[in-house]
């Protein structure tokens, strides 16, 4: 909301202009005041958005017959709220100069009416081109209803993209939904994989003892079998060969499995 305070110069005082502004106002829905200056301007002060003062600001420049508007002077402020309506401020002894000026009026309306009996013939002349003036009117108005039509369907096609928005962020959180349970798969595989390792774990620490159980069995038949002492020993050292390679085999096969899993975990932002 703005407040819009315009001081209007010309032919403006005692000629129907107030109640003209009045009447532009009320059609508008503007509240505000306006009200005769001493040095012969009206002053206007008008609240209402931006596009009605707009469209009140061209309004007030009216020129015909009686009104006469020079000049107007604009300045835009912030709006007060302070009016109920739209008036005017009366001077105390307007009525008389306004009863004084109506004579005026109607003595210069009466030469004019005895001016347009001689000129009747020019007007039923001129009648044709009034008449091109009014279709022209009815073309431009017909043009503003085509405008208007043609917000009406942007307004509509705003509505349809926003649905198709709608339905854009719908699939998406449905998208979103399907990652969520990819990977939870993952995970489930992952930890089927755990379980896999921690079995061959198991099985490692069952053949290293079953190793060492068959290295103790080989120390006491050396110790039975001492005249063979040194062809059993040579034995023991190929047996503690063949087993340091199977125990490097099993650990090196560990390790990878270790590290595959490290691998996974650290592609999947776990670790």
């Known amino acids: 909301m703005k407040r819009l305070?315009?001081?209007v110069s010309g032919k403006?005082?005692?000629?129907?202009?107030?109640?003209?502004?009045i009447d532009i106002a009320s059609a508008f829905g503007i509240k505000g005041i306006v009200e005769n200056l001493e040095d012969g301007r009206v002053k206007i002060v008008a609240e209402s958005d931006d596009e009605k003062l707009k469209w009140f600001e061209n309004a007030i420049e009216i020129k015909n017959t009686l009104i006469q508007v020079a000049s107007v002077e604009k300045d835009y402020s912030p709006a007060r709220g302070e009016f109920a309506g739209f008036g005017k401020i009366v001077a105390g002894d307007e009525t008389d100069s306004r009863l004084d000026k109506g004579i005026d009026v109607m003595n210069k309306m009466l030469v004019a009416i005895i001016d347009v009996k001689t000129?009747?013939?020019?007007?039923?002349?001129?009648?044709?081109?009034k008449m091109d003036v009014l279709g022209n009117?009815?073309?431009a108005l017909g043009g503003k209803m085509d405008v208007l039509g043609d917000k009406i369907d942007v307004v509509g096609d705003k509505v349809d993209a926003l649905g198709g928005?709608?339905?854009?962020?719908?699939?998406?959180?449905?998208v979103v939904?399907?990652?969520?349970?990819?990977?939870?798969?993952?995970?489930?595989?992952?930890g089927d994989?755990?379980?896999?390792?921690?079995?061959?774990?198991d099985s490692l620490g069952?053949?290293?003892?079953?190793?060492?159980?068959?290295?103790?069995?080989?120390?006491?038949?050396?110790k039975d079998m001492s005249q063979n002492q040194n062809e059993i020993l040579v034995e023991v050292k190929d047996l503690n060969k063949k087993i340091s390679r199977n125990q490097e085999n099993e650990i090196f096969e560990m390790r990878n499995d270790i590290a595959e899993i490290k691998s996974a975990l650290k592609a999947k932002g776990i670790i």
């Open 5 to 7: 305070t315009a001081t």
């Open 12 to 21: 403006v005082q005692k000629v129907g202009y107030r109640k003209r502004i």
């Open 119 to 129: 000129t009747i013939v020019d007007m039923n002349s001129n009648l044709g081109g």
């Open 137 to 139: 009117k009815m073309d």
């Open 165 to 174: 928005k709608m339905d854009v962020l719908g699939d998406k959180i449905d």
């Open 177 to 190: 939904g399907d990652k969520v349970d990819a990977l939870g798969g993952k995970m489930d595989v992952l």
């Open 193 to 201: 994989k755990i379980d896999v390792v921690g079995d061959k774990v």
């Open 206 to 222: 069952g053949k290293m003892d079953l190793m060492i159980q068959k290295q103790d069995e080989l120390i006491v038949e050396v």
